[in-house]
């Protein structure tokens, strides 16, 4: 399975041993309810998938690197018990209880979440004295003498052989107590994820022209080279870092995320032509409508190469309007719902604006660290509670500072700011749908209905937050090349379907 696939596929499970019959009963007793097993190569987003399903779902995670425990972290250290049996008092050996259920435990009382996600890591990569105690969890969902509380799903993660040394192979008998997926890696599907996450316009670019360079780990003599998924997301991250920094992007800094020095070498060579590209082509001009005759025939007789990395370029601007107005729609929508919360306060209480602003700060502070604390938020989510809260600090100093003492004034005060807010953001809408339509009408006068266009309008359909924005806002362009490729698609088919057709007559 791609990484999609086994997304939906673990998601699944985990609704399926939740499920509850009308007695509050799993329907699928925990006896039945197989550990996952996820076997696939390092670095792919194995733990990334587990903190998505985990946040989907409204569950607990407790995710651990199991290769980091010792048999006495994992089981619990051993302590001495007195018992009686048939008169006659004996010593016998218990054990504390194992820091990994503890921490299951621990989860369930910091969060209020009854049920949960326990991952563990590198499973199968246990040193001698731990394999036994894995063997027993996966097998009877133990450590010790302590059992992981109901409504908390087992899944475990492990590397075939030949990417670790150190695997160890799982028998039979517990193979057959677990669900086994196999995981491979898939540059088409990553993609969605890094558009979503919002990597780095030049690793996008790159990968659109190397797709081969995605996902590589290769033996030499000097050892193992390997690129992953994790290097990438990772490599964008520094790039925008050291971007924001004005800090040089050398060869030495990309080989610290790519450890395969041809790839990284060739990765360095393309972000310098990227950045270069980017003043050639002056991006903003295009984005305008104001692109210069001169731009269109340099670009008309580029390389392929070229031609794709300006696509990437305009791509990659339109990607972070549209994620941008995303953001934003998203924020107002959630300050609007708190609003009216504000609002309710002011009409039925007779406390004043200032007190019932710290009020009602107070309460979503706490609602936003209870969500962070049991794992609920995304980066984004997170983003848009922290512009929240200080809007409404930022309400609650404006109404002390304009000395708004009735509840009526104070929130006519708010209601004028965020009118104001929700004013930027249609300006921004209509200046982002501008921008998109001026992409379209360069690219057509530029190469006409060619290659590239079907290009630009592929990524754009894979782009979450641009369909998102297309979908909300509309794009006659982009409307009327879908159909047009649609129709030629199916043109094709049909030409290719005749062709067969006389072969057999």
């Not at 969890?137 to 409504?151: A, D, M």
């Not at 930027?424 to 190469?447: A, G, H, P, R």
Request: glycine share 6%; with cysteine.
């Amino acid at each position: 399975m791609n990484i999609k696939e086994c997304k939906i596929e673990i998601k699944n499970t985990i609704q399926a041993y939740l499920n509850k019959d009308e007695f509050g009963a799993y329907r699928i007793p925990v006896k039945h309810q197989r550990p996952i097993l996820l076997m696939g190569p390092p670095g792919i987003g194995k733990t990334a998938i587990m903190e998505q399903i985990a946040r989907e779902c409204e569950i607990g995670l407790v995710s651990y690197t199991i290769t980091h425990h010792t048999r006495q972290s994992a089981i619990g250290l051993p302590k001495i018990e007195k018992r009686s049996f048939q008169g006659i008092e004996y010593s016998v050996t218990e054990y504390t209880m194992s820091e990994i259920i503890a921490s299951v435990f621990e989860k369930m009382k910091n969060t209020g979440l009854k049920e949960g996600i326990l991952f563990l890591d590198e499973i199968n990569c246990v040193s001698e004295t731990l394999a036994p105690t894995m063997l027993q969890f996966l097998q009877n969902k133990t450590f010790g003498n302590h059992s992981i509380p109901e409504g908390w799903i087992v899944v475990g993660a492990g590397n075939p052989p030949e990417y670790n040394r150190s695997v160890r192979e799982f028998d039979i008998v517990t193979l057959d107590r677990v669900k086994r997926i196999e995981l491979r890696e898939d540059y088409g599907v990553w993609k969605e994820y890094a558009y979503i996450q919002k990597l780095h316009g030049s690793i996008l670019s790159y990968l659109e022209i190397k797709k081969n360079n995605f996902y590589v780990i290769e033996m030499s003599v000097d050892g193992k080279q390997f690129v992953t998924a994790r290097g990438w997301e990772d490599l964008s991250q520094i790039l925008y870092a050291y971007e924001e920094l004005h800090l040089p992007v050398t060869e030495e800094v990309v080989r610290g995320y790519l450890q395969h020095p041809k790839i990284a070498k060739d990765f360095a060579n393309y972000y310098e032509l990227f950045l270069k590209y980017q003043k050639d082509y002056q991006v903003q001009d295009i984005l305008d409508g104001k692109a210069e005759e001169h731009l269109k025939r340099q670009l008309r007789t580029a390389g392929f190469d070229e031609r794709l990395s300006v696509l990437s370029l305009l791509l990659d601007r339109l990607s972070s309007d549209f994620y941008e107005t995303y953001q934003t729609g998203e924020y107002l929508k959630r300050l609007h719902t708190i609003l009216k919360e504000v609002k309710e306060y002011f009409t039925n209480t007779y406390m004043e604006p200032d007190v019932i602003m710290a009020d009602m700060i107070t309460q979503k502070e706490k609602e936003f660290e209870d969500k962070k604390s049991a794992g609920l938020l995304d980066r984004l989510q997170n983003k848009i509670w922290n512009q929240i809260i200080l809007k409404l600090y930022y309400f609650k100093e404006q109404i002390l500072l304009n000395r708004l003492k009735e509840n009526d004034s104070a929130f006519s005060y708010i209601k004028m700011e965020f009118d104001a807010m929700v004013q930027d953001y249609q300006n921004k809408i209509i200046e982002t749908s501008s921008s998109l339509e001026n992409s379209f009408v360069f690219l057509e006068d530029t190469f006409g209905e060619s290659q590239e266009l079907v290009v630009f309008l592929t990524e754009l359909t894979g782009n979450f937050y641009s369909m998102h924005f297309i979908g909300e806002h509309g794009s006659e362009h982009y409307v009327k090349h879908n159909q047009s490729l649609l129709f030629s698609e199916t043109k094709q088919e049909l030409l290719k379907e005749i062709d067969e057709l006389k072969l057999l007559s």
